[in-house]
């Protein structure tokens, strides 16, 4: 199976969770159990796909995995843990994996999907009491947190595309945006990927001949 393939595979099982209360939101949420979260939105989103010892995980696969991101981007109080937006999130997921990619397999596929989540909302602008005011909007609230998960990724390219970075182990999939003033960032987490590939360092010069 495709590595686009498996971002769709298995969630589908949790379609049925929602139900006639797909709306009710928990009375409380369950720790992120990811080992990056907080990067800009549209990265945190393909960051629900990582991997470690125990193997592959997916966040929005997972029972009240939705919850957990939602909670965690700070959404929780704005989108619906409906269906409608785990659908849409996963689509728009998968485009900016696509995008993401250094050879993209179908980038005219990748930014049209993109394209058709940015066509279900816009910005609002008005005048307001206190000056100009600016509004989301979408066709429907489920639509909201993939909207500005793929209108975010628009901003990050227009700042600084080339500070998108990849955890620099080979076999960790996860993205964040280097902020650091020289721009060296290479691990997603130095206390993860980081140490490990010091502690493979050190044990490679130990046991050379």
């Known amino acids: 199976m495709s590595t686009r393939e498996t971002l769709l595979t298995g969630w589908a099982r949790v379609r049925g969770e929602?139900?006639?209360?797909?709306?009710?939101?928990?009375?409380?949420?369950?720790?992120?159990?990811?080992?990056?979260?907080?990067?800009?939105?549209?990265?945190?989103?393909?960051?629900?796909?990582?991997?470690?010892?125990?193997?592959?995980?997916?966040?929005?696969?997972?029972p009240g995995g939705l919850a957990i991101w939602l909670s965690s981007a700070g959404l929780a109080e704005t989108v619906p843990q409906s269906q409608e937006t785990l659908d849409a999130l996963v689509t728009t997921r998968e485009a900016l994996f696509g995008l993401l990619q250094p050879e993209s397999i179908n980038p005219r596929r990748d930014r049209e999907l993109l394209n058709e989540t940015l066509r279900h909302g816009c910005f609002r602008r008005s005048l307001g009491e206190h000056g100009s005011e600016r509004k989301v909007e979408t066709d429907s609230p489920g639509w909201l947190a993939a909207w500005q998960a793929a209108e975010h990724y628009l901003r990050l390219l227009e700042d600084n595309p080339s500070r998108i970075r990849k955890c620099a182990n080979p076999e960790c999939p996860l993205r964040f945006y280097d902020v650091s003033k020289a721009g060296g960032r290479r691990w997603c987490s130095m206390a993860t990927c980081g140490n490990r590939a010091k502690s493979r360092s050190h044990y490679a010069r130990n046991h050379r001949g």
């Not at 979260?37 to 193997?55: F, H, M, Q």
């Open 18 to 62: 929602m139900g006639q209360n797909e709306r009710a939101k928990p009375m409380s949420t369950p720790a992120d159990p990811r080992p990056l979260a907080g990067e800009p939105l549209p990265l945190d989103l393909v960051n629900t796909r990582w991997t470690d010892d125990d193997g592959a995980h997916d966040l929005l696969e997972s």
